[in-house]
């Protein structure tokens, strides 16, 4: 059974970072794209950034593209996302998530990811 666990949310001020941990288990960690997405209150859960499986391939929504990086340390079975330049429009809480397939490319897209953490709550005041 695979497990996520996200850590590392809180509240920051304006322009402040954040790094976000997401260990993974239950089953071979490296051989699947990971995903961190997002909820605010009242919206729908949104794509953030994904990481290929190989770790050499990265993609950001355009919204966080240049300030937050997504990386993995598969001998840790963990991904990670470090979030600068915070702004109060990235409150939300911030989840990981796996998709069924392994070997896959990044799927921005909810539907393909199977997997999910409870999630961790980021606010950012300004």
């Known amino acids: 059974q695979v497990q996520l666990v996200e850590s590392g949310g809180g509240l920051v001020q304006v322009g402040g970072s954040l790094r976000l941990s997401c260990a993974a288990s239950g089953r071979t960690f490296s051989n699947y794209a990971m995903g961190w997405f997002r909820q605010a209150p009242g919206k729908e859960r949104e794509f953030v950034a994904g990481?290929?499986?190989?770790?050499?391939?990265?993609y950001y929504a355009d919204s966080v593209k240049g300030r937050f990086i997504i990386s993995r340390d598969n001998a840790k079975n963990t991904v990670y996302l470090q979030m600068n330049s915070l702004k109060p429009e990235d409150t939300a809480v911030y989840y990981c998530a796996a998709p069924l397939e392994g070997y896959g490319p990044i799927y921005t897209i909810r539907d393909k990811y199977n997997h999910w953490g409870q999630g961790t709550q980021v606010t950012v005041s300004s």
């Open positions: 990481i290929h499986w190989t770790g050499g391939t990265t």
